[in-house]
């Protein structure tokens, strides 16, 4: 069609038959406009919901990683806490025979099983273990020891504190694997 024929067709009455077809082709080409875009949006919102779930999943299997390196450690750590319990009586049983060797006269007796005595912790302080300090006079600490009887207290400043020290305690790290038997003064 040249622009006069273009011309002469505007110049014409256009039917309402015509109108309504040239109308529906707008709203149709307008429809598919926006059908395009709401794809598009539709895309772009499934992209970032995936994005999202990537990351979320990401960040879970990190804490996972992170969870189960801490375990492992703590693993290593106390992995041979049965057998140093298991041990301990083997150490009361040392430091009772050079309690009674030091009365002895036999002097060399004395000096080889404290060697052995000493020995023997010191390859227990290499994996780990450690003596709970304790000494009379401290403070009670419940958490900490393990009252197993309470007497009056032979002076007021002992009232709450530690008399006397029964057993022995130690720790794995950070972990008292046997609390120390105490006597509390009331």
Same mark, same amino acid.
């Given at each position: 069609?040249?622009?006069?024929?273009?011309?002469?067709?505007?110049?014409?009455?256009i039917?309402?038959?015509?109108?309504?077809?040239?109308?529906?082709?707008?709203?149709?080409?307008?429809?598919?406009?926006?059908?395009?875009? @709401?794809?598009?949006?539709?895309?772009?919102?499934?992209?970032?919901?995936?994005?999202?779930?990537?990351?979320r999943?990401?960040?879970?299997?990190?804490?996972?990683?992170?969870?189960?390196?801490?375990?492992?450690?703590?693993?290593?750590?106390?992995?041979?806490?049965?057998?140093?319990?298991?041990?301990?009586?083997?150490?009361?049983?040392?430091?009772?025979?050079?309690?009674?060797? @030091?009365?002895?006269?036999?002097?060399?007796?004395?000096?080889?099983?404290?060697l052995?005595?000493?020995?023997?912790?010191?390859?227990?302080? @290499?994996?780990?273990?450690?003596?709970?300090?304790?000494?009379?006079?401290?403070?009670?600490?419940?958490?900490?020891?393990?009252?197993?009887?309470?007497?009056?207290?032979?002076?007021?400043?002992?009232?709450?504190?530690?008399?006397?020290?029964?057993?022995?305690?130690?720790?794995?790290?950070?972990?008292?694997?046997?609390?120390?038997?105490?006597?509390?003064?009331?």
């Amino acid at each position: 069609m040249s622009k006069e024929d273009k011309v002469e067709n505007m110049e014409e009455p256009i039917s309402e038959s015509q109108a309504n077809e040239e109308m529906r082709n707008y709203i149709e080409e307008q429809v598919d406009e926006v059908e395009e875009m @709401s794809i598009e949006e539709q895309l772009r919102e499934d992209l970032a919901k995936e994005k999202d779930k990537f990351l979320r999943l990401f960040a879970e299997f990190e804490n996972y990683k992170k969870r189960t390196s801490k375990e492992r450690m703590e693993l290593f750590k106390t992995a041979g806490q049965e057998v140093i319990v298991a041990m301990l009586p083997v150490i009361d049983d040392f430091d009772r025979a050079l309690k009674e060797l @030091s009365k002895s006269e036999d002097k060399e007796m004395f000096k080889g099983v404290e060697l052995i005595s000493n020995k023997f912790k010191e390859v227990l302080k @290499s994996k780990g273990m450690q003596e709970v300090g304790v000494e009379a006079g401290d403070a009670f600490d419940a958490e900490v020891h393990d009252a197993i009887t309470q007497i009056p207290a032979p002076d007021k400043k002992l009232k709450g504190k530690i008399i006397d020290v029964i057993e022995k305690g130690f720790k794995l790290g950070d972990k008292i694997i046997r609390h120390p038997k105490v006597v509390v003064g009331n």
